[in-house]
């Protein structure tokens, strides 16, 4: 599809990667980008149309959907990282992050599915991680999130492609946002990160790697457990060291 004149909806659009993806869609030429929020008042980005939007919440999620009816694209951007480990964390965190990363972006799909349908098919995006596929002591639960999201978007591609519906997953290792703040390594801008997407939907891609963490990490998921966990430990005291 085109991302010039279509009508994209983006969750989590007040900041970070939400933020970019909604001023990148406007500047390629999307006809509306509804731009989401929680709090809609915090969306500071101009041309957009706010939205409020809690994706853990089903009647803000069906409202949302009903005063978009005219769109094209979805971007499942809204996340959160609770830092939770799954044994010794707390377990109301480990549902938090399910809720939102994995629940929030299937509930955003389910309600919109008809009007892309109606309106030709369209794509959706859901932003993912390199932690869809490796696990980092203090934030495991954020992992269970992500590499449930990718079987989500895996098994929504199959049930859309009848409709005509792309359905692209986008990982990456670490983007230049709050959310990484702690982190003092080369991070990917969120303005690449969105160019990167909306470039694999408009060449019909299925999954973007957008950076090469990402690209290098699934080129080791043929390893064994004991292999992948060795790699991953020298590539994480790389990255950190550098």
Same mark, same amino acid.
């Given at each position: ?20 993806? +909604? ?23 101009? /041309?957009?149309? *706010? ?15 009903? =005063? ?10 809204? %996340? ?6 799954? &044994? ?15 629940? %929030?972006?299937? *509930?955003?799909?389910?309600?919109? +599915? ?6 030709? %098919? %369209? ?14 002591? /203090?934030?495991?639960?954020? !992992?269970?999130?992500? =590499?449930? *999201? ?18 692209? =997953?986008?990982?990456?290792?670490? =983007? ?7 982190? !003092? ?22 999954? &973007? ?25 020298? +590539? ?7």
């Amino acid at each position: 599809m085109d991302i010039n004149n279509s009508v994209a909806l983006v969750t989590g659009a007040n900041r970070g990667l939400g933020r970019a993806f +909604a001023q990148r869609l406007l500047e390629r030429g999307a006809r509306k980008v509804y731009a989401t929020a929680r709090r809609p008042e915090t969306v500071d980005l101009p /041309g957009v149309e *706010a939205l409020a939007l809690d994706v853990t919440d089903p009647v803000s999620v069906h409202a949302a959907a009903q =005063a978009a009816p005219d769109v094209t694209l979805l971007v499942n951007n809204a %996340g959160i990282s609770t830092r939770t480990d799954l &044994v010794t964390g707390s377990l109301d965190n480990v549902r938090r992050e399910l809720e939102t990363n994995v629940l %929030g972006g299937l *509930a955003m799909i389910r309600e919109l +599915a008809p009007a892309l349908a109606v309106n030709g %098919g %369209g794509a959706v995006v859901n932003v993912l991680s390199a932690m869809s596929w490796f696990g980092v002591n /203090g934030s495991n639960a954020y !992992h269970l999130t992500k =590499a449930a *999201a990718w079987a989500m978007t895996n098994g929504v591609r199959l049930e859309l492609a009848e409709q005509g519906t792309l359905v692209t =997953a986008v990982h990456l290792g670490l =983007a230049d946002t709050d959310m990484s703040a702690d982190w !003092h390594v080369e991070k990917i801008s969120p303005t690449d990160l969105a160019d990167a997407a909306l470039d694999g939907v408009e060449a019909g891609s299925a999954e &973007v790697l957008a950076d090469q963490w990402s690209r290098d990490i699934k080129s080791r998921l043929t390893l064994t457990p004991e292999e992948f966990n060795a790699a991953m430990d020298r +590539a994480l005291a790389a990255l950190t060291a550098a």
